[in-house]
């Protein structure tokens, strides 16, 4: 089972940036989809930005631009990050990294859904 370990996140000032990342062993991007979602007290957990298997991007609406999602598998790794630019206060959450396998490998393998441990992200003067 994939295991992801996630990196960054912290107090920031609004307008300020900051980097998260999230690593899988393995080169897991062509059987996973992976990405950022996000959970600010009394919401729901919302998609944030995302890899496809195939590698195309997809950012939610209220990104606007400020952020980028990037990807390297160096050192026999799987890692994501999220440069995360322009800060806002409702930006404020935690931030969770999601691994999500192809349907074909959770049917034939059994293979599920992954979740990092969160980070919380603090935009405040």
């Known amino acids: 089972q994939v295991q992801l370990v996630q990196s960054g996140g912290g107090l920031v000032q609004p307008g300020g940036s900051l980097r998260l990342s999230c690593t899988a062993s393995?080169?897991?991007?062509?059987?996973?989809?992976m990405g950022w979602y996000r959970q600010a007290p009394g919401n729901e957990r919302e998609l944030v930005a995302q890899f496809s298997i195939r590698g195309a991007t997809n950012y939610a609406d209220f990104v606007q631009g400020r952020f980028t999602i990037s990807r390297d598998n160096a050192n026999a790794k799987s890692t994501i990050y999220l440069q995360m630019n322009r800060l806002k206060p409702e930006d404020t959450a935690v931030y969770y990294c999601?691994?999500?396998?192809?349907?074909?490998?959770?049917?034939?393998?059994?293979?599920?859904?992954?979740w990092g441990q969160g980070t919380l992200v603090t935009v405040s003067p």
């Open positions: 393995g080169n897991i991007f062509n059987v996973y989809a």
């Open positions: 999601n691994a999500d396998p192809d349907d074909a490998v959770k049917t034939l393998y059994g293979y599920r859904e992954v």
